[in-house]
DNA sequence: GATGAATGAGTGTTCATTCAT
DNA sequence: CATGAATGAACACTCATTCAT
């Protein structure tokens, strides 16, 4: 059993320096050399651990479709639709923050490497967009939204957080890049709900 | 007159070969020969175009830059906002099928390399926000549309654009990719529309 | 003692791995993992036995050597010459046959290395070709023989032995390979006994 | 014409020097660096000729061959049996001795790479066999030999003459090796047309 | 003694770039 | 100008060997 831990700790070892010198370099720039320079092993061992370098990739698309599952946030029904939708939105803000460095190891190969898109978007992108698509469409349901097609405003809406995010990372300059993140989840969520609510007269506020 | 007229068309049939390899294998996998072999050229002769393989990355954002600024819509002020935003949002959706090549081409450097992201965010996806921000300030001016925070609702809007033509590009199977452009141009406006519009009895109607 | 013939056994365990190892895959792309897993050991106890992988080659080359020295038969006077000769060459193929694997695993590395070759050549098939001399000259000083240069004829007689030997290894479909064992020998000892028997008339044959 | 040539010298100086480095480390232990050092090129120009490693070896096994084929003596009607086998013996060890770097280069992997030794023993073995017993068969219908079974004496026969060959080059104290190959032409042909006279009184003599 | 995880030198192969023709 | 053969640096990956447990 203490092996085993070591074993995984190797391994959560090697997939982190992974990340860091994918996320610097992109996936082929990156070398096994640096990638094990980094996690402070020799490069053999990092093929005792992963069969290639590309099974690296892969862990790490494994890592952050397991992530992205974990961290959907279950349906709240007691809150508003405003707290609700503000909740999300911070919530995926802070996903796309937290897992950054992945987002952008994936972000160098997934446009060329089929399986790899097959995955991110299949098993990323897509079930938030399907969860975010249960959300709204229980407060429809409810009436507290208007009827709309969730297949074309649902990934409006994460495409404009995943934008946001990545001007951010990718323009420091630009002037959203320098927003305080709760300015836009407001200025965002108000955006979202009047684009969506039922009952026009019902101006939602965030305080 | 006529060499020069030759040479730029050798150097556009280079270019276009790269766009086309670029985008099916991503500018570190694509390799010289096979680009020398679809421009039907020599791999020497690229080299008398442009000084090396990255020139060639570079002269692609270029075109890219170039397209993106000339094909920005002049604001229209006849129009009422609904139809103006469908015309936007429409010629928006078709910047990015019409450059989808390019636009992948470049997706697979984007993130690792400086001086191509500040090209690509600066001077492609920034432009299109501004231009944005100032079509709809106009209209909040107007007192058509509320008033609102562009840096932060025009990227939303972008990156929804985005990531709705990425889905249908990347991800066929995805319901939002079997969708006619012209039913995603209708919805979004909707959504868009009653999220931005200063009186909000006045429901917008594509027709 | 236990303990001895415990390290005898493991280490002859380890030598029986090895040569099925070195006879499949050949010396250079056998892999000391490959052969500690045949031998149901951890590649690390390879190296309490023997100090490297060529050690393992040159304890096979023993063991053929102490094989080869302790199957020679010994001259055999009261048989007739033919008899005699049928006896040895049957002794010979099965010589081969049953160390099939360890000529295999030889076979790879004679050819390029130095000190296996000398082995193998001057302590297998010269000690082959020696005793087969003896034998023979004995014969041919009681007058049942003609005399011969042995230093060519034994070779030229081992030499068919072996390449018979091999074809029926290597070549399965030649018509040679075909044949049981006993029709080889009685005519070989037919073509090889007309060819050194000192009356003519004699003609020998098998029953 | 002139580039073809000159790629034709290129890929014959580089086969050259592949056969003397495979003939001296073996196939495993050659290094593709030490090939293009040796054929004074650098390691990319051997991939510009050859796909990789292994179609080196491949090529060698053709050229080996092509000139086993194209070296086959035409049967001779007019010698008589004893100086045709002479001719044909003395012909075989010139051709073992003319190619032994092929042979050598060849020696090393025939024994665990099946279509190498496909090609090894079906085109150059078998044919010199079938070739023989061709020869010999004609002879036969003559009534100038017995009739024996070609598909056991042919294979010992040149067995024989391979084994000689083998001593005299690996095994150079041995007395095999000390021996003009004239002398041992001569007692080869006795011993083998004695073995296979049909007339028994009929001694042959070489002069 | 036995293990097997870790090592890191060494190899085949690729490919951007050059330059003689 | 155009060519494309030649280059050689760089990289992923293997595997004999070691050594802490």
Redesign the interface.
């Given at each position: 059993m203490a092996e085993q831990q070591e074993a995984a700790d190797r391994r959560k070892q090697i997939l982190e320096a992974a990340v860091a010198v994918f996320a610097?370099?992109?996936y082929?720039?990156a070398t096994v050399k640096e990638i094990a320079a980094r996690a402070g092993v020799a490069p053999g061992t990092i093929y005792l651990y992963f069969r290639n370098k590309r099974e690296l990739l892969l862990a790490l698309a494994e890592t952050l479709i397991r992530r992205a599952a974990d961290t959907l946030l279950a349906p709240c029904a007691e809150l508003d639709v405003g707290s609700h939708l503000a909740l999300i939105l911070r919530d995926r803000l802070r996903f796309v923050r937290e897992n950054q460095g992945l987002l952008?190891a994936l972000?160098?190969?997934?446009?060329?490497d089929r399986e790899l898109?097959?995955q991110f978007?299949?098993e990323v992108?897509?079930p938030v967009?399907r969860t975010g698509s249960a959300y709204t469409q229980e407060r429809v349901v409810r009436g507290e939204l208007r009827s709309?097609?969730a297949?074309?405003?649902l990934?409006?809406?994460?495409?404009?957080?995943?934008?946001?995010s990545?001007?951010r990372l990718?323009?420091p300059?630009?002037?959203?890049a320098a927003?305080p993140e709760e300015?836009?989840v407001e200025?965002?969520v108000?955006?979202?709900?009047?684009?969506?609510?039922s009952h026009?007269?019902a101006q939602w506020d965030a305080r």
């Open positions: 610097e370099r992109g082929q720039r952008r972000a160098t190969e997934i446009w060329t898109a097959a978007f299949g992108i897509l967009i709309f097609r297949e074309i405003i990934p409006a809406v994460v495409g404009g957080i995943l934008l946001i990545v001007l990718m323009s300059n630009s002037p959203t927003l300015e836009v200025e965002l108000r955006f979202y709900l009047y684009g969506l609510r026009p007269e």
